[in-house]
């Protein structure tokens, strides 16, 4: 299987920066999405940003121009920089992996996601 760990988030005031970083573990063979998504209670998980199989980064309308995804395709990881951070910026942010691994002699789909690190924007 393949594992993500997660770390960054925390408490910022609005206006602020944070930076999460996601780095994924295991038997891969290769990715081919990864990126953020985030929740809040009563709501279902939206996209923050993602990189895609075809190169392009996507990220959620209220981001743009606030978000920068970056990664580092050596070591399978990715860093979400936030900038200008509002109070609804305030989620679980989960960061997510889809991609390829390898298990004996096959090679096998795996769609994982991290545990979650709270990020709190206060106003």
């Known amino acids: 299987q393949v594992q993500l760990v997660e770390s960054g988030g925390g408490l910022v005031q609005a206006g602020g920066s944070l930076r999460l970083s996601c780095a994924a573990s295991g038997s891969i063979f290769s990715i081919n999405t990864m990126g953020w998504f985030r929740q809040v209670p009563g709501k279902q998980r939206e996209l923050v940003a993602v990189f895609t199989s075809g190169g392009m980064t996507n990220y959620a309308g209220s981001v743009k121009g606030r978000f920068t995804l970056s990664r580092d395709n050596a070591k399978n990881t990715v860093s979400l920089e936030m900038n200008s951070l509002k109070p609804e910026d305030t989620a679980v942010y989960f960061c997510?992996?889809?991609?390829?691994?390898?298990?004996?002699?096959?090679?096998?789909?795996?769609?994982?996601w991290g545990q979650g690190t709270q990020v709190t924007v206060s106003s």
């Open positions: 997510n992996a889809k991609g390829t691994i390898v298990r004996g002699a096959g090679y096998f789909p795996f769609d994982s």
